[in-house]
């Protein structure tokens, strides 16, 4: 179970320093939602889990669908091929 | 200097929640979870008694849930307005989300319906399920921007759904309870027709939720093109 607990945690940590670092937009709303589902994984190894079927639904995926939508209203939805 | 600012707020945020996380007594008995946990059985009949709480015991927590959803969605609309009618849209989707879309339109309806029907049984409920409910309808709108949802008819649904909600609660009035108290028969603990008018209030909850979040992300998707 630890172990479970710490491979989470390196995953959710690696996504949120790739959330920050990534160049492409759409990688890094990827990324934020590695890290919701990361954190729905942990809830439910803490035995919460409707909060984890709240966090799925609500953080990875309206979430995402959200900044989605803004990505392409502000005209960055597209993979930037150039680098 | 903004991405070094960034990781620095990340590691103090860390440094943050590893104090708190010091201070935490993790191994202590909870206070009320027990109490609750052997009383909601008998008194709900509600087998997930996260439901039991959550509509049984709190339900007028719920329903002021559900107003502040309807005040930012109703905010959030007022905000958005509507696109001028020969206004330019988005082109539709690449293939990927396109083939998605439709593949998974009917496996998030079936998905978000029996996470709201089972809410008083298993994890999950009316707010869960209206989310992926929502994501079904979005999810289309998203690749094919050109087409949009019957905005009338999300209203309807929404307000009926709300309707409902208060409805059963004033029910119970009615008979002399206080509001929303449970009604109808409790029925065998861990059928799907146990736990009286929970289920009742959870399929009015989804519908509401899922109604206003994909009539809000729908509008949201219908603004002008961006040049």
Redesign the interface.
Known sequence: MDILVLITVIVMLASAAGVLLLKEFLSALAALSVVSLGLSVLFVILRAPDVAMTEAAIGAGLGSLLFALALRRLGLWHINSKN | MR?IA??LF?VGLGVLIAAIYQQMNLTSEPLVGRAINAAAAKQVGAA?F?TAVVLGYRGADTLLELTILFTAATAGGLVLGRPRSGAAR?PDAGPILLAGADLFFPLFLVVGLY?ILHGHLT???G??GG??L??AF??PV?ARPGTSLDQPLVSAIEGLAGAAFIGIGLLAMLEGKPFLTPLLDRGDLGTLTSAGSLPLLYVAVGLKVGAE?AGL?AQ??A?EA?D
């Open positions: 991405r960034s990781i990340l997930n996260v988005d996470i994890p999950g409920g707010f869960q989310v992926i929502a994501a979005f999810v998203l979040l992300l949201l998707a603004t961006s």
